[in-house]
């Protein structure tokens, strides 16, 4: 059974930087891929960025390109979301998720395992 916790969230000024992490456990992670949503009060929950734990292939939304870099550390089975010139608009709870195939990435439904959450607010 795939289990992903989020760490790393918290609260930080406009323009600063936080790093969350995803711990994942209970497969063998190297086909699937990982992703971050977020999702704001009132909002649906939108796809932040995707990577391809084989290859490390990566794929962000417009809004957070350039500032945003996700990554793996495959030895820890570990997934990272750096965060950086943070805005009042980047305030949600963030989630890490998990799914076996690359493709139509935004699709909520598509992931089949994903972790509590954890809280980013950006103060303005």
């Known amino acids: 059974q795939v289990q992903l916790v989020e760490s790393g969230g918290g609260l930080v000024q406009a323009g600063g930087s936080l790093r969350l992490s995803c711990a994942a456990s209970?497969?063998?992670?190297?086909?699937?891929?990982m992703g971050w949503f977020r999702q704001a009060p009132g909002k649906e929950r939108e796809l932040v960025a995707a990577i391809r734990w084989s290859g490390g292939t990566t794929y962000y939304a417009d809004s957070v390109k350039g500032r945003f870099t996700i990554s793996r550390d495959s030895a820890k089975n570990m997934v990272y979301l750096q965060m950086n010139s943070l805005k009042s608009e980047d305030t949600a709870v963030y989630y890490c998720?998990?799914?076996?195939?690359?493709?139509?990435?935004?699709?909520?439904?598509?992931?089949?395992?994903w972790g509590q959450g954890t809280q980013v607010t950006v103060s303005s």
């Open positions: 998720a998990a799914r076996r195939v690359w493709g139509a990435l935004a699709s909520t439904a598509e992931y089949a395992d």
């Open positions: 209970g497969r063998t992670f190297s086909s699937y891929t």
